[in-house]
């Protein structure tokens, strides 16, 4: 995909196409889901997924600073954005959202931090931009769509009003 | 001191020894940081990775209960590995200097030492001899500085008053063997409080103590006319030497916080105190127990703002780090 063909990306009917998604494969198991972003992409899509599914529960936010395995080769980013798990995880049905799964370090990170909280029944992962490449065994189970991409370039989320997809070259 | 040890050549925190040579900008990132920090201790898991692997030794050479505990506890929950060194029973009574026990336990591969020492300069000096890879946190050396304790204070009235330049506040009592204030009243300089009252006796105030930007008075009531924060500090008995007050009755008289006294402030002031108090000496037990009173709150945010100091310390220890 180019630059171009990635900026005109509906990231909305991306959006529709994961709530579509979930309807189908959690049925209706999805109003007892809590739903959780990861920050800060994450958060944005969850909002709208949320919003979506007319999901009555709270909305969670993670903040996985501090469960980052490279944070002595990049720091902490201080952020006054702690996580917010506003229900219990225990016994949870958990749909955890991110913008763009690529290694899976996130995920395992977000993983390792959910069950900190507690032992969740079972957890979904929901990512708007799936790119290959992974270095841990991790994949999602609600996908907006699927982008192959050289390991120089990066795709972005910019948000959160509107939300755009923007290819970056590093 | 020349050369400002405590930041890298990325600027960021390296030690921690004092408020001085730092800057607004390092204030409110660890203010932040510790925003953060907050959420881990109300967890039913009250742990992160952070430090996992890493060792931290704690050596007090002077007693604590609360900083020490609050140390203690903000490595463990960062799963650092945690070295409590009891200086009164370890070799420095058998005549070991300083420098050998520093030199041994660096041999021992610690990552980050937190000091308390009776002597101002002492974590400045142990910051000099460690190795490259390894950070200092000063936990109060003297009558010099507790960049920590103010750091929390800090926090603390962030919590409940929004913006620093536009508070004023009093720090009430023994201001002369006070490590606490000197470290507070840099740090609201620093972070752009228009007005800092120090009370206090002639006899417990440093001489030229306006030269830190301060005003002085020995006046009690008109010192706390509308102020939004009141910081209480302790009589330090172990410190004294001679004969600087007449008892401690006379100093209740003049300078204890009584509910009356409380009064003069503004109605929504704050009261602190660094711990540990003396109750009827400095502060009316109605006061200390009052709604006015963030005291115990102190305590708490102590650990998250110790976490925050110990992790934004230890980012650096990988020299690639950018």
């Known amino acids: ?170 | 001191m020349g050369k400002n040890i405590q930041l890298d050549s990325h600027g960021r925190l390296r030690h921690f020894l004092s408020i001085e040579g730092l800057n607004r900008t390092l204030l409110t990132e660890i203010l932040d940081t510790a925003e953060n920090f907050v959420s881990v201790g109300n967890r039913a898991a009250k742990k992160v990775p952070l430090l996992r692997g890493k060792t931290i030794a704690n050596l007090f050479f002077e007693p604590s209960t609360r900083t020490r505990t609050t140390f203690d506890l903000a490595e463990k929950r960062l799963s650092a590995d945690v070295l409590n060194i009891n200086i009164n029973t370890s070799a420095t009574t058998k005549g070991e200097t300083l420098l050998d026990t520093l030199q041994n336990l660096t041999a021992m591969q610690i990552d980050l030492f937190v000091v308390r020492h009776s002597a101002s300069g002492a974590a400045h000096f142990i910051a000099q001899h460690v190795p490259d890879s390894v950070s200092v946190i000063n936990a109060g050396d003297g009558r010099h500085a507790h960049p920590t304790q103010a750091m929390l204070d800090m926090f603390t009235i962030r919590k409940h008053k929004e913006d620093f330049t536009r508070l004023r506040f009093a720090i009430v009592g023994d201001v002369l063997h006070s490590r606490v204030a000197r470290s507070q009243i840099h740090a609201l300089n620093m972070l752009g409080c228009p007005e800092v009252r120090v009370i206090g006796p002639h006899t417990l105030s440093p001489s030229h103590v306006e030269d830190l930007g301060v005003h002085f008075t020995t006046n009690m009531e008109a010192g706390l006319d509308g102020v939004d924060v009141i910081i209480m500090l302790r009589l330090q008995n172990e410190r004294m030497s001679g004969a600087l007050l007449p008892s401690k009755g006379e100093y209740f008289h003049y300078y204890g916080l009584t509910e009356q006294r409380l009064k003069r402030a503004a109605a929504d002031a704050i009261v602190m105190h660094p711990g540990p108090m003396n109750r009827g000496v400095e502060i009316e037990s109605a006061v200390a127990d009052s709604g006015h009173s963030v005291i115990l709150q102190q305590v708490t945010n102590g650990i998250a703002v110790r976490m925050a100091v110990l992790s934004m310390a230890m980012q650096q220890s990988n020299p690639e780090g950018a």
């Open chain 1, 1 to 170: 995909m180019t630059a171009t063909e990635i900026a005109q990306t509906s990231v909305t009917d991306l959006i529709n196409h994961m709530a579509t998604q979930l309807q189908q494969q959690l049925g209706e198991t999805l109003d007892e889901a809590k739903i959780i972003g990861i920050h800060t992409g994450g958060t944005w899509i969850a909002e709208q997924l949320h919003q979506r599914l007319n999901n009555p529960n709270p909305l969670g936010e993670l903040n996985i600073s501090f469960y980052r395995d490279d944070f002595t080769q990049i720091g902490l980013h201080p952020q006054v954005s702690p996580s917010n798990l506003p229900f219990e995880i225990d016994g949870a049905q958990v749909i955890l959202v991110d913008d763009v799964l690529y290694s899976g370090r996130t995920i395992r990170a977000a993983l390792n931090e959910i069950f900190d909280y507690g032992r969740p029944a079972k957890v979904s992962l929901a990512v708007l931009v799936d790119r290959d490449e992974r270095e841990l065994p991790i994949r999602a189970d609600v996908t907006g769509t699927r982008i192959q991409l050289d390991t120089d370039q990066q795709i972005k989320l910019i948000g959160p009003e509107p939300l755009t997809l923007q290819l970056q070259e590093v």
